[in-house]
């Protein structure tokens, strides 16, 4: 979740960008409400589950599920602005992580996306880097809604006039819910998992 891991996540605001120029964000009372209404339940109800299935399929070994899964992230990202900067950031961290570990399966999972069989996605690449190295599933869970939470925060200080000191007070709050989210996102079987928000997928 370190922001100077070298995916280009920071520069990819998700749709923040249009919410800002729109002025339906635009100081940190607005803010705070955007991570609640608008991230904090696409974190519950579609990526913490996707993660999981992710990790899972990893953990199993199960190369053509793990594929399987990331397909359905494609799908799922309706705007292709929010699908390629997925598939970017889900790249950069594969190849970063190449540079580190030999691990056989991150070597088969690289040749699917090399071969254009699947994007891989953000996500389901953390899913993959968390169960090869032994990360328990809740841990990699928090780690991943922290992470998204923390990104948008970042963002926002690029966009709009806050401070560090307000964005840390809107994450803290965030995180405030993380918990309860995982615990929900645990409970999302795959035929439900997926969220819709349509204020969001036009802004991205």
Not at 16 to 42: C, M, N, W
Not at 127 to 132: H, R
Not at 143 to 163: D, E, N, W
Request: charged share 25%; aromatic share 8%.
């Amino acid at each position: 979740s370190d922001a100077l891991f070298p995916t280009g996540a920071y520069a990819h605001p998700l749709g923040l960008e249009e919410f800002v120029r729109l002025g339906v964000v635009s100081d940190a009372a607005t803010l705070k409400r955007f991570v609640i209404e608008q991230v904090i339940p696409a974190q519950r109800e579609q990526e913490l589950p996707y993660l999981r299935f992710a990790w899972r399929a990893a953990r199993a070994g199960d190369l053509a599920e793990l594929r399987r899964v990331d397909l359905e992230v494609d799908a799922w990202k309706l705007a292709s602005e929010l699908r390629e900067a997925s598939a970017q950031v889900g790249a950069r961290r594969l190849k970063a992580l190449l540079r580190i570990s030999d691990a056989p399966f991150l070597i088969a999972f690289d040749r699917l996306v090399s071969d254009r069989v699947c994007r891989g996605h953000h996500l389901v690449v953390c899913g993959l880097q968390s169960a090869i190295v032994g990360v328990p599933l809740d841990v990699a869970l928090l780690t991943a809604f922290y992470q998204a939470i923390a990104a948008i925060c970042a963002a926002s200080m690029k966009l709009i006039r806050i401070g560090q000191d307000a964005c840390q007070m809107i994450l803290r709050e965030a995180c405030g819910h993380a918990e309860k989210a995982v615990a929900h996102s645990f409970a999302v079987e795959r035929r439900a998992a997926g969220w819709f928000n349509p204020a969001l997928e036009i802004a991205s």
